[in-house]
């Protein structure tokens, strides 16, 4: 035990140092997409989040969407906890066996006009995850995606930069690609 506390004395901590948030360009993006959606939709984006199998990695990227942070509220972005409140349906991790049909149902009680974001590597093809007995793959293979949100896992920044991708189609109903590493 005396010889932890030593140690933990001598060397630093062992975590991360957080990444430097860009303020100016944080703020300009979710303004941005603020703003497409009030013209777009005539308000703001309501999003519903189902983890279809992921390894809770891009779920860790979407919760910082909502932390101190990046506080994507005050663009009126909002998680909602029903589908049927939902705009937007972010769907993250390969769609596992278990989860396909919970995953369309949530779809289906969706209120269109409705757009599926599949965030992750593994939404877009199972990832990692590809060629598991446990999987069925890809969002794409249970339902239609509107917008693949690439990265393993993609950043809070990647996220948002999709959300304004996806906004900046709605009229044209095209599907989009994003692709995203870690740093963007
Ligand atoms: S894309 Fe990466 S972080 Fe996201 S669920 Fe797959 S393995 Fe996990």
Avoid at 16 to 30: I, Q, R, S, Y
Avoid at 87 to 97: C, F
Avoid at 147 to 159: E, N, V
């Amino acid at each position: 035990m005396r010889r932890m506390l030593f140690k933990s004395l001598v060397h630093g901590p062992l975590t991360e140092a957080p990444p430097v948030a860009d303020e100016a360009a944080l703020a300009e993006l979710g303004a941005q997409v603020e703003r497409l959606a009030r013209q777009r939709l005539g308000r703001t984006l309501s999003i519903r989040e189902v983890d279809a199998g992921s390894c809770n990695g891009c779920e860790l990227e979407i919760h910082s969407l909502n932390n101190v942070l990046y506080d994507l509220e005050r663009f009126g972005l909002r998680f909602v906890a029903s589908p049927r409140h939902a705009d937007v349906l972010m769907v993250t991790g390969p769609v596992t066996v278990n989860m396909k049909e919970a995953l369309e149902r949530t779809y289906h009680a969706t209120p269109g006009p409705k757009w599926v974001v599949a965030v992750g590597d593994c939404a877009l093809d199972g990832g990692v995850f590809a060629g598991s007995y446990a999987c069925v793959g890809g969002v794409a293979a249970v339902l239609p995606v509107d917008l693949h949100i690439r990265g393993c896992p993609p950043s809070p920044i990647a996220l948002l930069k999709g959300l304004l991708a996806l906004l900046e189609t709605v009229q044209t109903g095209g599907k989009v690609s994003v692709e995203a590493g870690r740093g963007s």
